[in-house]
């Protein structure tokens, strides 16, 4: 970004963060969010994960898994199964891109333009993630169509369905000050990939997202317990289909989202300020 590309008025040079206002501090993730969205106006591939990797994903799952897990003419029941756990998925694989976006811009000098200006450090990090927020839900509703397509139904209420959109973005937005921590400390775009790789695969695998964890071995039963992508997958699974435990899965859910983002993003913003 240049500094003309951020047109939003600006504190007063010399202000710290401590002295920036609410109003200003709005005014400046605004223009921030509006930078990185022409961004990826400018540079459409970006979007590629996020258009094709749903349709990729639901195929994928459905027709070469499904048959085996639920029964070769069942493959209706699995879709009910498998789209809301996609959704906490979908979350995931979305917070990952944030992390190597942040080492890009700070490997091309970007972040330290952004810190020569009066803004607050947390806003430009905040309009990261206001903008894959965005991007998580064109794939979120990207994986819906097709389900939809494949035979998803709505058996709960519109309002459950809806909340369980909601609780994935929270999850998910929570996630992405992880990756935004993880960018920040590594050296490069290839070593968050990684080791987010490391840290995803098990969560997304060993967890009840394709496969009842009943069918699993006793010591990989237990950690899909624990695992917080499990409790996010079986709510947004009780609220799609309008059955199953609710109010315990989603607390869980909301207790690791608050807990995850009250831990790493003082340390990202921390760390923003202070990366050489």
Same mark, same amino acid.
């Given at each position: 970004?240049? =500094? =003309?590309?951020? !047109?939003? /008025?600006?504190?007063?040079?010399?202000?710290?963060?401590?002295? @920036?206002?609410?109003?200003?501090?709005?005014?400046?993730?605004?223009?921030?969010?509006?930078?990185?969205?022409?961004? $990826?106006?400018?540079?459409?591939?970006?979007?590629?994960?996020?258009?094709?990797? /749903?349709? @990729?994903? %639901?195929?994928?799952? !459905?027709?070469? +898994?499904?048959?085996?897990?639920?029964?070769?003419?069942?493959?209706?029941?699995? %879709?009910?199964?498998?789209?809301?756990?996609?959704?906490? *998925?979908?979350?995931?694989?979305?917070?990952?891109?944030? &992390?190597?976006?942040?080492?890009?811009?700070?490997?091309?000098?970007?972040?330290?333009?952004?810190?020569?200006?009066? %803004?607050?450090?947390?806003?430009?990090?905040?309009?990261? $993630?206001?903008?894959?927020?965005?991007?998580?839900?064109?794939?979120?509703? @990207?994986?819906?169509?097709?389900?939809?397509?494949?035979?998803?139904?709505?058996?709960?209420?519109?309002?459950?369905?809806?909340?369980?959109?909601?609780?994935?973005?929270? +999850?998910?937005?929570?996630?992405?000050?992880?990756? @935004?921590?993880?960018?920040?400390?590594?050296?490069?775009?290839?070593?968050?990939?990684?080791?987010?790789?490391?840290?995803?695969?098990?969560?997304?695998? &060993?967890?009840?997202? +394709?496969?009842?964890?009943?069918?699993?071995?006793?010591? #990989?039963?237990?950690?899909?317990?624990?695992?917080?992508?499990?409790?996010?997958?079986?709510?947004?699974?009780?609220?799609?289909?309008?059955?199953?435990?609710?109010?315990?899965?989603?607390?869980?859910? #909301?207790?690791?989202?608050?807990?995850?983002?009250?831990?790493? *993003? /003082?340390?990202?913003?921390?760390?923003?300020?202070?990366?050489?």
């Amino acid at each position: 970004m240049t =500094a =003309a590309t951020m !047109t939003a /008025p600006l504190a007063k040079p010399g202000a710290d963060e401590g002295r @920036i206002g609410l109003r200003a501090n709005l005014r400046h993730i605004g223009a921030l969010v509006r930078r990185n969205a022409l961004q $990826i106006k400018q540079d459409p591939e970006s979007m590629f994960d996020v258009l094709l990797m /749903p349709v @990729i994903f %639901i195929l994928l799952f !459905t027709y070469v +898994f499904g048959g085996a897990i639920a029964g070769k003419d069942n493959q209706q029941e699995y %879709i009910q199964r498998l789209v809301p756990g996609m959704m906490a *998925m979908m979350g995931m694989n979305i917070a990952m891109a944030v &992390g190597t976006g942040v080492n890009e811009d700070f490997r091309k000098g970007v972040m330290d333009r952004f810190r020569t200006m009066p %803004i607050a450090r947390s806003s430009v990090l905040i309009a990261k $993630i206001v903008v894959e927020i965005g991007r998580m839900l064109v794939a979120t509703a @990207i994986l819906l169509g097709m389900g939809f397509l494949l035979g998803l139904e709505i058996r709960g209420s519109i309002v459950e369905f809806a909340g369980a959109i909601a609780l994935s973005t929270v +999850f998910g937005a929570a996630l992405m000050w992880i990756f @935004i921590l993880l960018g920040l400390a590594v050296k490069t775009p290839q070593a968050v990939q990684g080791m987010a790789m490391v840290v995803l695969m098990p969560l997304q695998f &060993g967890s009840s997202i +394709f496969a009842p964890p009943t069918s699993m071995p006793g010591w #990989l039963e237990g950690f899909t317990k624990v695992n917080p992508v499990s409790n996010l997958a079986d709510a947004a699974r009780a609220l799609v289909n309008g059955e199953g435990a609710v109010a315990h899965p989603t607390l869980v859910t #909301l207790g690791w989202a608050v807990a995850i983002t009250a831990v790493t *993003m /003082p340390l990202a913003v921390r760390k923003f300020r202070t990366k050489t």
